[in-house]
């Protein structure tokens, strides 16, 4: 793929700086008390950054994802992305699920042509897009194939383009790969890793696999349950390109170490889930 891929019309300059500022959600329950999704978060993150999120389940990670793209309105505080407050549906910021969440009764093109079709914006250069990011996913062949027929790391991979094909200045990625197995998963972070180097995109990911985490990441943001909020964040001095033998490098395994060690003191301080939910770390989750 060539970096015209992203390009439409002239170069952009990179874009894309988030400003969480003391950004807080509590969860309003009709008959039963309210939930701290969420203590206040302070965080900004650089045009084209790679972040990733981590921490046990119910930490706040998807909710405050939700809250970056708009689709979630914060109790305090507010985010912006380059200094514009967010609204659901905003072209500038996209986000992948878990699931593929694909439409069954659409071929993959159809699927990945959908966001710019409710856009209305859908276009020459959409589709060219499309089809350029469906080629460096390995999908050409599968584009007229309706989701059924693809494997769990295929619809991944469509949705993956599905969400760049808006080429947003955000993505965000909730646990995108937890359901692939291993091998699946290194091969869709080297291929997420050579989409983002090409066109950078600023990256939020969320991730119960910490070293998947250090891999990616430029920092990874650590977080903690009940209530939900922001432990520390890692700077990760490791070299790009990344390469997969790098995992097994001191330095790599020295950060992976000390996230978890960090993970496990504020388990053991009784305010984190069982570390049962890192079991799969490094494996397929
Ligand atoms: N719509 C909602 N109403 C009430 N409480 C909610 C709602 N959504 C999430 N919560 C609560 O907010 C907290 C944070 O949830 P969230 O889904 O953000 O966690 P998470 O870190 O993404 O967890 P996981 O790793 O399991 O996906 C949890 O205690 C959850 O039960
Ligand atoms: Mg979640």
Redo the contacts with the bound molecule.
Sequence with gaps: MTASVFATGPVKGICGRIDIRDTS?L???SGSS?????LPVDLSIAPGEFIS?V????????????MICGLLSATTGNVTVDNHPIYAGDPTVSIAF?KPTLLRWKTVLENVLLPARIMHSLDDDVHRRANELLAVTGLSAFKDRFPHELSGGMQQRASIVRALVTDPNVLLM??PFAALDEFTRDLLNDELLRLWTQRRKTVVF?T?NISEAVYLSDRVVI?A??P?RVLDVINIPVSRPRRAEMRDEANFMGLVRSIRTALNESSVSGTAGPMG?FAGEGQAQ
């Excluded at 389940?57 to 939700?66: E, F, I, V």
């Design positions: 959600k969860y309003q329950r309210p939930v701290q999704a969420l999120l921490g046990p389940s119910g930490c706040g990670k998807t909710t405050l994802l939700m878990q909730d646990e969320v119960h977080m349950p009940r939900g939910v």
